[in-house]
T-cell receptor, first 113, second 113 residues
Framework: DAGVIQSPRHEVTEMGQEVTLRCKPI?????LFWYRQTMMRGLELLIY????????DSGMPEDRFSAKMPNASFSTLKIQPSEPRDSAVYFC???????????FGPGTRLLVL | GNSVTQMEGPVTLSEEAFLTINCTYT??????LFWYVQYPGEGLQLLLK?????DKGSNKGFEATYRKETTSFHLEKGSVQVSDSAVYFC????????????FGAGTRLFVKA
């Protein structure tokens, strides 16, 4: 049974470039979460969706960040333009029926030079 | 506001030693409490949880008891193994309608053979 799938696993880009991170949740799950993990700030919730609809994006750091969920099996997190301070590990997680038991993907390690 | 404080790591133990990782929280109301584990290169996995005072969560030999009087949720294991080497995160979520999980900074555990 496939878990949450994220791509790419690693991304190195230059400041100013657009970055798109992808996530495929576990089939049948109706909640999807995007998190960012840094040494300084730990693990932070950026945004979450319920049935493909964004519910709370208060954790999105600024307008350079955007997230979409066009269907139940795919979500993207886009950063445009990227900055060095965006360097972090970005996790996607999904759950069924609520936030109680979230299944995390392996993460995308982003480095912005 | 809500917050979680964990003991700083890294914690280094020999195999079969007793493990305690301290976690205290600040929250209004009656939050649910969680321990997550992150193995190298992977996403977080839910280890155990407790949803009300005096509940004990347990899994894979790990235990934690929800102590409202001391606002604590310390993680314990009687005999650690090398395979337990990972980062452990304490977390809370507010009881009713709360979807935002607040994570502690994480405690890295090294177990030596």
């Amino acid at each position: 049974d496939a878990g949450v799938i994220q791509s790419p696993r690693h991304e190195v880009t230059e400041m100013g470039q657009e970055v798109t991170l992808r996530c495929k949740p576990i089939s049948g799950h109706d909640y999807l979460f995007w998190y960012r993990q840094t040494m300084m700030r730990g693990l932070e919730l950026l945004i979450y969706f319920n049935n493909n609809v964004p519910i709370d994006d208060s954790g999105m750091p600024e307008d350079r960040f955007s997230a979409k969920m066009p269907n139940a099996s795919f979500s993207t997190l886009k950063i445009q333009p990227s900055e060095p301070r965006d360097s972090a590990v970005y996790f996607c997680a999904s759950s069924l029926g609520g936030p109680e038991t979230q299944y995390f993907g392996p993460g995308t390690r982003l480095l912005v030079l | 506001g809500n917050s979680v404080t964990q003991m700083e790591g890294p914690v280094t133990l020999s195999e079969e030693a007793f493990l305690t990782i301290n976690c205290t929280y600040t929250a209004t109301g009656y939050p649910s409490l969680f321990w997550y584990v992150q193995y190298p290169g992977e996403g977080l996995q839910l280890l155990l949880k407790a949803t009300k005072a005096d509940d004990k969560g347990s899994n894979k030999g790990f235990e934690a008891t929800y102590r409202k009087e001391t606002t604590s949720f310390h993680l314990e294991k009687g005999s650690v193994q090398v395979s337990d080497s990972a980062v452990y995160f304490c977390a809370l979520r507010k009881g009713t309608g709360g979807f935002k999980t607040i994570f502690g900074a994480g405690t890295r555990l090294f177990v030596k053979a």
